[in-house]
């Protein structure tokens, strides 16, 4: 496998997007210091995306509400949001298991019209067969498609070293801790080497300590197999910590808020999050989530006013 050099991807909206205020497209906080890189073509494109579910007592439940904007293929995209929003119901319409009931979301060009091949989903419990091996959960996905077992054997030894998981091959679930469970949940869903992984809330139910070391391994895996991540999360930290871009999604009718563009060198260690620039980064996100009135004029520019009680001058000079 080739490693893959992230770095910031300018957002291209389309027309009418709500990609906040005055930097459209997800432009950086930070002016570049080298120029942006251009944007690849379009692996994701969500279109006019809205989900109206019909609710118990029947009345209609807008979730999802005209959500723009598009994701390049090697990209590491957060959607960040307040919970109820929609972020769950946005991830099930991109990988197939929801219809939008307006809109599209298109993947390398064609309409998502039900699950897909390529795609590698990850939800916040690991759901793993408690009388299949490690080996033999992370090799499920080949035996369905009908692969030879040799190779089933070798694509789950392959996958279960790349999470860091060798020498557990023939453990069961209930022998592995929470962490390892959600990384053999991972190898599963890598295994048929996906071009695309849909993670929602992976690591939500883990200790602080076993999520950051998860966050790292997140990294470093999707580092090392260059499949695009579409990751939903409630922590801000953790979105600014492993994302090129953070989606952050208004509460709902959940729409697209605006699109921040993470700028910090990879591989991300995790002293990263004490520098000051990973400061304004958060306090940014964190602006915005908890604002409840318009947030379209909540850009840079505010948070340059802002930035030196929130940071101090230091970073309020990296900002100016
Ligand atoms: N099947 C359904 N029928 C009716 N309403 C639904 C259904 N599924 C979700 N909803 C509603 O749609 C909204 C969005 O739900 P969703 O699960 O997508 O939110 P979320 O952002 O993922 O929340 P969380 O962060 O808590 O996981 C919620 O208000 C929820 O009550
Ligand atoms: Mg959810």
Redesign the pocket.
Not at 53 to 56: H, T, V
Not at 81 to 92: A, Q, V
């Given at each position: 496998m080739t490693a893959v050099a992230r770095g910031p991807v300018q957002g291209m909206p389309f027309p009418g997007t709500h990609e906040g205020g005055d930097r459209p497209g997800g432009a950086a906080l930070f002016p570049a210091g080298v120029p942006a890189r251009e944007p690849g073509p379009a692996l994701i494109e969500f279109d006019r995306v809205a989900k109206v579910?019909?609710?118990?007592d029947g009345r209609p439940?807008r979730?999802?509400d005209s959500v723009n904007g598009t994701i390049s293929a090697g990209e590491f995209v957060s959607i960040l949001?307040?919970?109820?929003?929609?972020?769950?119901?946005?991830?099930?319409m991109l990988a197939g298991l929801l219809r939008p009931t307006e809109g599209e979301i298109r993947f390398k060009g064609k309409p998502v019209v039900g699950p897909q091949e390529g795609f590698g989903i990850v939800f916040q419990d690991p759901v793993l067969f408690p009388w299949r091996t490690v080996q033999d959960n992370v090799r499920l996905p080949a035996e369905v498609r009908g692969l030879h077992k040799d190779e089933q054997i070798e694509r789950a030894r392959a996958m279960v070293a790349l999470v860091g998981l060798r020498g557990f091959e023939s453990k069961y679930p209930s022998e592995l801790s929470g962490g390892m469970q959600q990384r053999v949940a991972i190898a599963r869903a890598l295994s048929l080497g996906p071009s695309l992984l849909v993670m929602?809330?992976p690591f939500g139910a883990l200790d602080a300590m076993t999520r950051e070391q998860m966050n790292l391994e997140l990294q470093r895996i999707s580092l090392e197999s260059g499949a695009t991540v579409v990751f939903?999360t409630?922590s801000i930290a953790e979105a600014a910590f492993l994302s090129d871009r953070v989606f952050v999604?208004s509460g709902?009718p959940?729409t697209v808020r605006e699109i921040l563009t993470v700028d910090l060198p990879r591989p991300r260690a995790i002293e990263q999050m004490n520098t000051d620039k990973f400061g304004v980064y958060v306090s940014h996100l964190r602006s915005l989530l908890n604002s409840h009135g318009d947030l379209s004029c909540v850009g840079s520019r505010s948070l340059r006013r802002a930035a030196p009680s929130v940071c101090g001058s230091r970073t309020a000079r990296l900002l100016s």
């Open positions: 579910y019909n609710a118990a439940v979730a999802v949001g307040p919970s109820g929003c929609g972020k769950s119901t946005l991830m099930m929602d809330e939903v409630h999604m709902r959940s």
